[in-house]
């Protein structure tokens, strides 16, 4: 398995403090109450309120167990403040437009794409930031981030309080606030950032047998399966997966759309993922806009890719929970499929053919010109080979857009999405 270059966080809430033993509250409910879904595991491991892997330790970047694009380097997200300026202006330069991010990890991204939209005056003054972010540790970061300053914690149950739970000023210029929840985020002409974001949605598994598509749930390892139960797979920590006698309610809810003649054995169906393509795509249709989601995933071909990384290596993901990041690659075809009843839908393409479509090219050459360290030039082309090569994050993220259906141009395609390019540049460099 190639390593995990990035991901991001949505969900979380944070003390630096050792949280309780999540392990052992997960053997405790599964002792009482029977094999757990995947989907209801990874929940629990990710976001528990007081041990979930996002809620206590800082988990992004070089130190942590992940990275992600907006931290290799400044031009990712410059790129994609000048995508939203060009669809801006080709939807008729609207009087607001909303920015708002799903799962904003350090605030990285989008204090990029704000410096960016300030270089355009026309444009910047008629900005605002909108974070659906849960976590209080992660929300703090993206304040210190956005605004120069020390964040202010919020309390740690963000959920009862009234949206927007916090508001600021950015150091460039645009009113910063955080929802809990995408249904919270004001209506209006918007740009919906997901960058990261839909990887971290919970799963639920689902495994071929002669007798059709059974769940695939977590069970103790050192429990007796029922009769009807048979392991898929062990693992040395206290947990196993083991197939469901008969069909569940996930079974017979969430494997409408696979087709009778699909050839795989096994499936990853991620309905929360569903549920926010739909809402995207509503409000996009009614209110105008568009949205950007990457991320690294499939076209509805690939089976068992649930898996754990820590300190940038892949970990059992069934071992010592709450201590790795869980993550599944996004079934970009499901995600369309949700979608295009509603809005266009574009896509998906490489990060690598993106980023070249949007002139990563020509911004690097500036940054180069501009620069007179030698060793800061090398960087530059680092930061550039870890974000387009195809053996990098140039192939392993996909670029997805949605924009709103009532244009007049039915030919038009956005920037970054018409067909790739051959471009002139030696990545082995």
Not at 328 to 338: G, H, I, K, Q, T
Not at 351 to 369: C, E, P, W
Request: hydrophobic share 35%; net charge negative.
């Amino acid at each position: 398995m190639a390593q995990r270059y990035s991901h991001r966080r949505c969900f979380c809430s944070a003390t630096q403090s050792q949280p309780p033993d999540l392990k052992k509250y997960l053997t405790a409910r599964i002792a009482a109450n029977g094999p757990m879904s995947v989907a209801e595991y990874m929940k629990e491991v990710l976001t528990n309120p007081i041990s979930g892997y996002y809620m206590h330790k800082n988990v992004i970047g070089r130190d942590g167990d992940f990275i992600t694009s907006p931290e290799v380097s400044q031009m990712f997200g410059e790129l994609l403040g000048i995508w939203c300026i060009n669809e801006w202006v080709k939807a008729g330069m609207p009087p607001t437009f909303q920015l708002v991010e799903l799962g904003p990890g350090r605030g990285t991204l989008a204090d990029d794409m704000l410096r960016t939209f300030a270089q355009f005056p026309t444009f910047g003054d008629k900005v605002s930031l909108h974070m659906v972010e849960i976590s209080p540790k992660l929300s703090q970061q993206q304040e210190e981030k956005l605004t120069g300053n020390p964040g202010t914690e919020v309390e740690a149950d963000v959920g009862s309080a009234e949206p927007p739970y916090k508001t600021v000023k950015s150091r460039h210029g645009p009113e910063v606030k955080w929802y809990k929840d995408l249904r919270e985020v004001p209506e209006g002409f918007s740009c919906y950032i997901a960058h990261e974001f839909f990887d971290a949605l919970p799963i639920f598994k689902f495994h071929k047998t002669q007798e059709g598509w059974r769940e695939v749930l977590v069970d103790l390892n050192t429990s007796k399966s029922n009769e009807d139960e048979v392991a898929t797979s062990q693992s040395d920590s206290d947990f196993r997966y083991v197939i469901a006698g008969g069909p569940t309610f996930p079974a017979r809810a969430f494997l409408k759309h696979i087709q009778p003649e699909d050839p795989r054995n096994h499936l990853e169906v991620s309905p929360v993922g569903g549920v926010v393509i739909s809402e995207l795509a509503k409000r996009i249709a009614e209110e105008g806009g568009f949205s950007l989601i990457i991320d690294y995933g499939h076209n509805g071909d690939k089976t068992d890719t649930f898996r754990a990384f820590k300190n940038h290596k892949q970990h059992d993901a069934l071992k010592d929970p709450g201590t790795a990041d869980l993550t599944a690659d996004v079934d970009f075809s499901y995600l369309r499929s949700m979608a295009e009843s509603k809005v266009k839908v574009f896509g998906p393409v490489t990060q690598k053919d993106f980023l070249h479509n949007m002139g990563i090219l020509a911004r690097l050459q500036m940054l180069m010109n501009n620069c007179k360290d030698e060793k800061r030039s090398k960087i530059l082309l680092s930061e550039y080979e870890m974000l387009t090569h195809p053996d990098k994050m140039g192939s392993r993220f996909q670029f997805l857009a949605l924009l709103s259906g009532d244009d007049d141009d039915k030919d038009y395609v956005p920037s970054g999405f018409i067909n790739p390019s051959e471009h002139e540049v030696n990545n082995s460099e």
